[in-house]
């Protein structure tokens, strides 16, 4: 089972352009898309749809819209009290791919509203293969709150994986490997944020990759867009480069990337398959509208392009 914590969750609403975004122009959608979502709640959507079980824990009422609609899909929820409504995340994708994004902060929590997201993930996480702490953290919530939940969750020996980005990141990397990760996965400007390290190219994210599981991780799952992927462990260091794909939005391709790797973990695949499985997944979302997560049947892993490094 997966268990996915979206600490700020958000209705995403997606505007696809007939023509390219121009200021100061009136501009007419092709398509408009809204859906609940979050890093975590995606990723529960790719669980729902490779039938793996899956819980999202997040901040909703629970008998809000935005909850009934993941129910509707499948998805098993355990809300907790928000501190606020869900916010509203908005992205426009131009018709060559290029998107852009205006994300809305969410609502100020104080510690008691934390504190119960960390209790839920504690209850719930024995019962769980991953843990998988997700995207951004509200107004309000000190940048450690990950990390602090790492050390709770430590003896639970359930395997974490997270991907997160700014202050939430950077306060990770300080921890390790006080908080362990047994996965993160951060892209290009993340994992040179966490390092310090300059990355341009596959080499330098490996070498950067490594570094992090010098300190601590178990892991490093790092996305690199179109260059594809490189997965580094403590035993090898692998690069997965995806086929040619017309882009339509990369809103969500992280997310799918990782369910992949999860994925490929879950049926005990080594590590150059679970780095296969999630660029996969990640080339099927890119080639979908809005945040919408590729079904099963949507995935080739066989057009991915996979060879070890070093």
């Not at 509707?72 to 426009?92: K, Q, S, Y």
């Not at 309000?140 to 602090?148: K, L, N, S």
């Not at 391709?253 to 990640?282: H, I, K, N, Q």
Request: with cysteine.
């Amino acid at each position: 089972m997966i268990l996915t914590l979206t600490a700020n969750p958000s209705i995403d609403r997606a505007v696809l352009l007939s023509t390219p975004l121009k200021r100061h122009a009136v501009l007419r959608s092709e398509v408009e898309l809204e859906q609940a979502g979050g890093k975590g709640v995606n990723i529960s959507r790719a669980a729902v749809a490779a039938g793996v079980p899956t819980l999202a824990v997040l901040p909703a009422a629970a008998d809000s819209d935005f909850v009934h609609e993941l129910q509707a899909a499948g998805i098993a929820c355990h809300p907790e009290e928000p501190a606020g409504p869900v916010r509203v995340n908005l992205t426009i994708t131009e018709p060559d791919g290029a998107t852009t994004k205006i994300n809305s902060p969410g609502a100020t929590v104080d510690a008691s509203a934390m504190k119960r997201l960390s209790d839920a993930v504690i209850q719930h996480a024995a019962g769980a293969d991953w843990v998988v702490l997700a995207g951004s953290l509200p107004p309000g919530a000190d940048d450690d709150w990950y990390a602090d939940l790492m050390v709770e969750l430590r003896g639970s020996r359930v395997r974490v994986a997270v991907d997160t980005s700014d202050g939430p990141l950077v306060a990770l990397g300080r921890r390790l490997p006080e908080a362990t990760p047994a996965l993160l996965k951060p892209n290009a400007e993340e994992l040179a944020q966490l390092t310090g390290a300059l990355v341009h190219d596959a080499d330098e994210a490996a070498a950067a990759a490594g570094m992090l599981v010098d300190r601590g991780a178990g892991a490093v799952l790092a996305t690199l867009g179109s260059g594809g992927a490189v997965l580094v462990d403590a035993e090898s260091a692998w690069l997965a480069t995806p086929p040619e794909t017309q882009v339509v939005s990369t809103v969500g391709a992280g997310d799918s990337s990782l369910f992949g790797y999860l994925l490929g973990d879950l049926r005990g695949a080594p590590p150059d398959e679970r780095l296969r499985l999630a660029v996969a997944y990640g080339t099927a979302a890119v080639g979908l509208p809005g945040t919408t997560i590729p079904a099963p049947n949507q995935i080739r892993p066989e057009r991915v392009d996979v060879r070890r490094l070093g």
